[in-house]
C-alpha cells in the first residue's frame, strides 16, 4: 500500500493506493468512517454514485486506464475506480493502481500556496478523473480522421469491420460511465448550490466529455455506413463486370454448343468458308452486344 497525506489549511487529503482489505478497516477504524462502505472501494464492479451516510459522503468515479486493450469489452476492463470518503475537512481517495492525473493533482495541491477548500478539491478530483479520458478520445479521433481518408481515398489506413467496431464499443463504454457520472454528480449537488462556480464546472466538465463522445459515436457510426456502402459498391461492381462477360459469352458458348453436337448435317458444315462464316457471326454478336450495353449506358 501506498499512502500519502496532503494537508492544507481547510482540508486534510489522504490518498491510498493498493491498500488490502486489513489496511483499509485500519484506516476507517482511525478516521471514524463507516468500515463497510469503506471495504466496498475494493470492488472493482461498481459504477459511478453517490451516496450520503450520517454525516460521511460516498462518491466513486472512474477513471480510463490508458493501458486498457482496445478490444476491452467491459468498463472493469476499461476503466478503473476512485472511490472519495468526505466528512468535514477529511477527505480519503482509495484506488487499487495509481493514476498520472490523480498523482498531478496531488503534487498540485502539495506544492500550490494558499488554501484549498474541501470542494474546490472534490472538483479537481472529478475534472482529473474527466481528463483521464483526453488521450484517449483524442486517440480515437484521430484514428476515425486516418480511416475516413483510408475509406475515401488511397491513402492512410483502411479500416476493417473489427477496428470500427472495437472503436464503437469503447465509445459506448465510455458514454455508459460518463452518463453515470454526471448522475452522480446531481445527486451530489444541492439544488441550491448548482450554481456555485466549483459545481457549474464539474456540471460544463461532463456535458463537455458527453458531447465529445457523443460527437465520436455519429462519427464511427457514420464510418460504418460508408464501409458498409462502398463495400456492397464495390461488391455491385464485380458483380456487373461478371454479369457483362456472362452476357457476351452466353450467345457464344450457345453457337459453340450447337456445332459441338457432331450432327452429319449441320449448315455450313461441308463448306470450306463454314468456319469463318461462324466467327464472323460470333463476332457479330459480340459487337451487337457491346452496342447494345453501350446504348443503355451499361458500359
Known sequence: MRHDVVTRVDCHWIDVVGPTREELQEIAREYGLPTTVVEDCLDPEHLPKFERIDDAAFLILR?????????????????????????????????????????????????????????????????????????????????????????????????????????????????????????????????????????????????????????????????????LSMSAKRTNEVMRILTVFSAFFLPLTFIVGIYGMNFRYMPELAKPYGYPAVLLAMAGVSVAIYVWFRRRGWM
Open 63 to 227: 477513471a480510463r486506464d490508458h493501458a486498457a486493450p482496445d478490444d476491452s469489452s467491459t468498463i472493469q476492463q476499461l476503466t478503473r475506480k476512485i472511490a472519495v470518503f468526505h466528512r468535514g475537512s477529511l477527505i480519503l481517495t482509495v484506488r487499487r493502481i495509481e493514476l498520472t492525473e490523480i498523482a498531478a493533482l496531488r503534487d498540485k495541491v502539495r506544492t500550490e500556496n494558499g488554501s484549498r477548500s474541501v470542494q474546490s478539491l472534490i472538483t479537481g478530483l472529478v475534472l482529473a478523473a474527466f481528463e483521464s479520458y483526453d488521450w484517449p478520445l483524442e486517440r480515437t479521433q484521430s484514428l476515425l480522421d486516418e480511416f475516413e481518408e483510408g475509406v475515401f481515398t488511397d491513402q492512410g489506413s483502411s479500416p476493417t469491420t473489427r477496428d470500427a467496431f472495437n472503436i464503437k464499443r469503447r465509445l459506448t463504454l465510455t458514454r455508459r460511465i460518463l452518463w453515470q457520472t454526471s448522475l452522480a454528480l446531481q445527486k451530489m449537488m444541492p439544488p441550491a448550490e448548482r450554481g456555485d462556480p466549483l459545481n457549474q464546472e464539474m456540471r460544463d466538465a461532463a456535458d463537455a466529455y458527453l458531447f465529445w463522445v457523443d460527437q465520436l459515436l455519429d462519427e464511427v457510426n457514420q464510418l460504418l455506413q460508408v464501409q
